[in-house]
């Protein structure tokens, strides 16, 4: 809270959070000095670029709502993870989780892995089971944040794969940065 309220400052930061944002207890929301706010109710935010496939499906990842408080839930929804033109879904898709977006080797261009036009951004360390995909090309997963003190300023990011009707493969989404608050 030590930025300067009064300077003509962009509307949110590099993560997209809002400049001035609440970040104690009763606290009035004010900005913070540097490039990253701090957000008291946490937050969930997309970044990176999402796939674009062989056969133009563009899955996108997106939270429901902007903040991730402990004993509350993030909802991660999928889109767009449809071949546009044939109007066929994605069968299955597949939710990463990891605890990193930083690591020095990411991004990594999956095309060497026959995954042209995908992106891995996060540093995976696990995955929810498979998932059923919709008609319309889109998933969602719930994910439980338990009500525990120590969980808050943890970093959670997030990742769908989309994988595609016949032989066009998987298509990954951009990436999802939750940053867990009180």
Known sequence: D???AAQALPPTDYEGDPRASISVLA???VPDLGADEYVLAGSARVYGTGGFG????????SAAGPNAQIGQSVQIDLSGA???GLNQPASMA??????????GALPIDLAAFGLKGSYLWNESTTAFPLQA???TGTATQTQNLPLNASLINLVLTYQWFALMPATNGIVSSDALRVTIGQ
């Open 133 to 135: 995909v919709s008609p």
């Open 82 to 84: 449809l071949m546009l």
């Open 2 to 4: 030590a930025g300067n």
């Open 54 to 61: 062989l056969y133009n499906a563009f899955p996108r990842i």
């Open 27 to 29: 606290g009035s929301p």
């Open 94 to 103: 597949l939710l990463s989780v990891g605890f990193r977006d930083d690591s």
